[in-house]
């Protein structure tokens, strides 16, 4: 193998001022993980600048790039070739890396973070380009759109020389934005506003409401599946699915057609705002996105959120379905949701549901039952599992929900 570490780029986390040193630590450690589960030979270092994994034969370089491209706060990820200090040693590296790319035009451009370093960068650069133009035929230099550009950056400790760099996830590591209880649903645009949560660092629990015997026990193992491909991006993985049907029965019954989506809505909200403060987590949030459906207009949207004082995060809010569709087959969501097992919103969803809702018409319907018995009920029936490494999950008794 050519290379001899990946540095890895940290992006946002250089902004985080005193908190840089905690951002730091907590991607690496997320880093680890990772590499303790798929590559246990590996380890991640880090200092104020990079992380570093130093690479070892037997590791597929193109596998262990494709896990690390999942982890939330790597900005890019850049294999390199760590030489001496001298110009002997670098120009020997300069040609290994370049040797093995296809190129007609290059350049060649350098760092000195080692400001003490006594050779110029130009003189660096005219070196090791000379020693490249030498060697390899049929090529040329040129400095303004080059097919290959040789990096090379002069540290204190060595110098480290590039070829390639990679995108990684961006954002936040896992964990570091707080906690949020997402409203899974099943469907496309749940899974792709997680990916986004997971990116600015949140940590996720994860509500459903189901409503047996009207939606099939099936989608629980759809559930299972789109969160075991999500758990590349959070370790622990907690879903609570909610007994929905006594409550979305009595909506049909006391409420008109038009505003029982409205309704259901502002019910799951009560339910999961309950179920949010006994956790002690902070916000929700939901997979909903302006105008795509009935209950997404910002009408039903200020109709809904009045049930409850706490923040709703919105990670779509401004994206259209193609857009949510293209994320979710990069994620490997999408072939999971768009199997036919259908949740609770679709199976009882209105022929003409009201799109400009108004909150006074809610309490109106509202006030011919009394719900909050329901919604007691349906909170003390909450049922919690836990997401295991082979993709099932685990029920797990009360005391151990947290």
Same mark, same amino acid.
């Given at each position: 193998?050519?290379?001899?570490?990946?540095?890895?780029?940290?992006?946002?986390?250089?902004?985080?001022?005193?908190?840089?040193?905690?951002?730091?630590?907590?991607?690496?450690?997320?880093?680890?993980?990772?590499?303790?589960?798929?590559?246990?030979?590996?380890?991640?270092?880090?200092?104020?600048?990079?992380?570093?994994?130093? @690479?070892?034969?037997?590791?597929?370089?193109?596998?262990?790039?494709?896990? @690390?491209?999942?982890?939330?706060?790597?900005?890019?990820?850049?294999?390199?070739?760590?030489?001496?200090?001298?110009?002997?040693?670098?120009?020997?590296?300069?040609?290994?890396?370049?040797?093995?790319?296809?190129?007609?035009?290059?350049?060649?451009?350098?760092?000195?973070?080692?400001?003490?370093?006594?050779?110029?960068?130009?003189?660096?650069?005219?070196?090791?380009?000379?020693?490249?133009?030498?060697?390899?035929?049929?090529?040329?230099?040129?400095?303004?759109?080059?097919?290959?550009?040789?990096?090379?950056?002069?540290?204190?400790?060595?110098?480290?020389?590039?070829?390639?760099? #990679?995108?990684?996830?961006?954002?936040?590591?896992?964990?570091?934005?707080?906690?949020?209880?997402? @409203?899974?649903?099943?469907?496309?645009?749940?899974?792709?506003?997680?990916?986004?949560?997971?990116?600015?660092?949140?940590?996720?629990?994860?509500?459903?409401?189901?409503?047996?015997?009207?939606?099939?026990?099936?989608?629980?193992?759809?559930?299972?599946?789109?969160?075991?491909?999500?758990?590349? #991006?959070?370790e622990k993985i907690l879903l609570h699915v909610v007994p929905f049907t006594n409550l979305q029965l009595s909506i049909y019954e006391h409420t008109d057609e038009p505003y029982c989506i409205t309704l259901m809505r502002r019910m799951m909200l009560r339910i999961a705002s309950i179920y949010a403060e006994e956790k002690h987590i902070p916000s929700l949030a939901t997979g909903e996105s302006v105008g795509q459906v009935a209950s997404q207009t910002v009408e039903s949207m200020r109709a809904i959120n009045a049930v409850t004082s706490m923040p709703i995060l919105r990670p779509l809010v401004a994206m259209d379905k193609l857009e949510i569709m293209k994320v979710a087959k990069k994620i490997g969501t999408y072939d999971i949701s768009i199997r036919p097992y259908e949740d609770c919103c679709t199976i009882f969803k209105p022929k003409k549901p009201k799109t400009k809702p108004k909150e006074k018409e809610c309490l109106f319907y509202e006030s011919r039952w009394d719900y909050n018995l329901q919604i007691e009920e349906a909170v003390e029936q909450i049922k919690s599992y836990q997401l295991q490494e082979d993709g099932t999950l685990l029920l797990l008794e009360k005391e151990n929900k947290q």
């Open positions: 193998m050519i290379y001899s570490h990946l540095i890895l780029h940290f992006g946002e986390l250089s902004t985080k001022g005193l908190n840089k040193g905690y951002f730091i630590g907590e991607l690496v450690r997320s880093i680890n993980r990772m590499l303790k589960k798929k590559y246990p030979s590996l380890r991640a270092t880090s200092d104020h600048a990079h992380a570093y994994i130093a @690479l070892k034969e037997e590791i597929s370089l193109s596998a262990l790039l494709s896990s @690390l491209e999942d982890i939330p706060g790597i900005q890019r990820i850049t294999p390199v070739c760590q030489s001496e200090r001298d110009l002997d040693s670098l120009k020997k590296n300069a040609l290994l890396l370049m040797k093995e790319e296809k190129f007609s035009t290059f350049k060649v451009h350098v760092r000195r973070p080692d400001h003490t370093f006594p050779i110029s960068g130009y003189e660096i650069a005219r070196t090791l380009g000379g020693a490249v133009l030498a060697n390899i035929p049929s090529i040329s230099v040129d400095v303004n759109h080059p097919e290959c550009t040789l990096e090379v950056e002069i540290r204190s400790d060595a110098a480290y020389l590039s070829c390639h760099s #990679y995108p990684g996830a961006g954002g936040y590591p896992s964990g570091c934005a707080g906690r949020s209880l997402m @409203l899974l649903s099943g469907g496309i645009d749940s899974p792709v506003a997680s990916y986004l949560l997971f990116r600015r660092g949140l940590r996720l629990d994860f509500l459903h409401f189901a409503a047996p015997p009207y939606t099939s026990s099936a989608v629980i193992d759809k559930l299972a599946d789109l969160l075991h491909t999500l758990s590349a #991006y959070q």
